[in-house]
């Protein structure tokens, strides 16, 4: 039995989003845990590497937008040059857009799905085959951490694109850990409750909205972004090796209402 199955001394963690937020917070309790960090980010995810590297960790910056596939190869290419592989996967990066269904585009559809889940698929995939490989003839195993969200479970209120990308990543996840269980990687998701984040500054902004979600969570605030960094430690380390496709809310108890 290992000493310390959370440890992640030696693993090379990909985080997509990690600028700021749930991105952020899940990237430095990976860096705390022993993991050195490849920071992905639309802007430069300067403030997280700095603060992974204050923890003696190895971090270095990837400057992509996943609003395409397009970076999707690169960003796995660059994690390995500059860090030295790819161990844990934590595909955070995501947008979302309200409105209406009645009123809803096209356009806004198309931006929420292509970042929520077509790039995450595809960065699932891009990832899984530096992982295969290695586990083939070094063992180990890869990890792969998905973010998913309430929506997965429920429907929400005027982000259809953003309910149906949800749901979609608690479905994918589910797909992923069926083919890749037996190659050695775990695919899990989390499913954050109502973080204090960019996203949800309007839910926030919002009295009668926020009064309604407040009421609801058991334990009586919203999250903050470091709440997720314990169930991101469990999963990209040893102690979750017999988990799979399994999606971990950590919700404060919204739930379970």
Not at 9 to 25: F, P, R
Not at 47 to 54: D, H
Request: net charge negative.
């Amino acid at each position: 039995m290992m000493a310390n199955p959370f440890d992640l001394t030696g693993q090379v963690a990909v985080v997509t989003g990690a600028n700021t937020g749930i991105g952020q917070g899940i990237a430095l309790a990976l860096a705390a845990a022993g993991a050195d960090i490849a920071a992905v980010g639309r802007s430069a995810a300067t403030e997280t590497v700095e603060k992974a590297r204050a923890l003696g960790r190895r971090a270095e910056i990837i400057s992509a937008d996943l609003s395409t596939i397009e970076p999707v190869d690169r960003i796995v290419d660059e994690a390995v040059e500059k860090l030295g592989g790819i161990h844990i996967l934590v595909n955070n990066a995501g947008i979302i857009r309200r409105n209406d269904s009645i009123d809803f585009t096209e356009e806004d559809w198309d931006a929420v799905v292509d970042t929520n889940l077509k790039s995450v698929f595809f960065l699932c995939q891009a990832a899984a085959k530096k992982m295969i490989p290695r586990i083939e003839n070094e063992g180990g195993r890869g990890k792969i951490i998905n973010i998913a969200s309430m929506l997965t479970f429920q429907g929400g209120i005027r982000v259809p694109s953003y309910t149906a990308s949800k749901s979609g990543i608690g479905g994918l996840t589910k797909l992923l850990a069926n083919e890749w269980a037996a190659k050695g990687i775990n695919v899990n998701a989390i499913a954050p409750g109502y973080i204090a984040t960019n996203n949800t500054a309007a839910l926030q902004a919002d009295a009668d909205r926020n009064r309604s979600i407040m009421e609801r969570i058991p334990a009586g605030r919203w999250g903050s972004p470091e709440d997720m960094g314990g169930a991101a430690v469990f999963l990209a380390s040893a102690a979750s090796d017999y988990v799979q496709g399994h999606v971990l809310a950590v919700d404060g108890g919204w739930l379970a209402r």
